[in-house]
């Protein structure tokens, strides 16, 4: 049961232009989202989150909304950078686990096209 | 760098072995979560510990088993392995885990092969 989901598993686009990567969750109390990059060879980074009482976290060029009643959330990188190339988790906090773990998504692979 | 540390970064060994994969947190970390990305699949909760209890328990086999030590460092144990076991493992790390949301800090991963 794939509670946080990720369809689209690649996206391209020119440098300069908008990405926007996008993710679906099933289970309406969760309460906190996050993004993170990852590059081969590393491990994932935190990127950006957004709390369930938010809308919209802007951070420079990354920006996340929320948009609870369709279970969605977007994540725009404004504008594309080559070295924005990698993979991108979504990533949901699991509601009264008192874990803080995190539900990934299955990644969406960005490549930027100078 | 995360501060998170694991070991060993590639790990090649055949079916039927065991293998033990370890982690170190970030200083002052005292939960641990292992994460299991197998191909072209997601980052798969396995377990969390917290000051050396268990926390959580994802779908993690009964083939395999975690502890955390009084350091707080963590192993992954990992037996009777298949081929199927093939995958990168993730350990992170987090100042909480006691359901204040924070955000995790990811070793570089130990990616091990069986043949």
Same mark, same amino acid.
């Given at each position: ?108 692979? /960005?490549?930027?096209?100078? | ?28 970390? /005292? ?7 197998? /191909? ?31 350091? /707080? ?43």
């Amino acid at each position: 049961d794939q509670q946080v989901k990720q369809n689209s598993p690649s996206l391209s686009v020119q440098e300069g232009r908008i990405s926007i990567l996008n993710c679906d969750y099933t289970n309406s109390m969760f309460d906190y989202f996050l993004w993170y990059k990852k590059y081969p060879a590393e491990g994932p980074t935190f990127l950006i989150s957004i709390s369930s009482i938010k809308d919209k976290n802007e951070d420079g060029r990354f920006t996340v909304f929320l948009n609870k009643s369709a279970k969605h959330l977007s994540l725009h990188i404004v504008p594309s950078q080559p070295g924005d190339s990698a993979v991108y988790f979504c990533a949901a906090s699991e509601p009264g686990s008192n874990t803080g773990k995190l539900i990934f998504g299955q990644g969406t692979t /960005l490549q930027v096209k100078p | 760098d995360s501060g998170v540390t694991q070991t060993p970064k590639h790990l090649i060994t055949a079916t039927g072995q065991r293998v033990t994969l370890r982690c170190s947190p970030r200083s002052g970390d /005292l939960s641990v979560y292992w994460y299991q990305q197998s /191909l072209d699949q997601g980052l798969q909760f396995l377990i969390q510990y917290y000051n050396g209890e268990e926390r959580a328990k994802g779908n993690i086999l009964e083939r395999f088993s975690a502890q955390q030590f009084p350091d /707080l460092h963590s192993e992954l144990n990992l037996s009777s392995l298949e081929l199927g076991d093939s995958a990168l493992y993730f350990c992170a790390s987090s100042v909480v885990g006691t359901g204040i949301t924070g955000e995790l800090f990811f070793g570089e991963g130990s990616r091990l092969t069986v043949l």
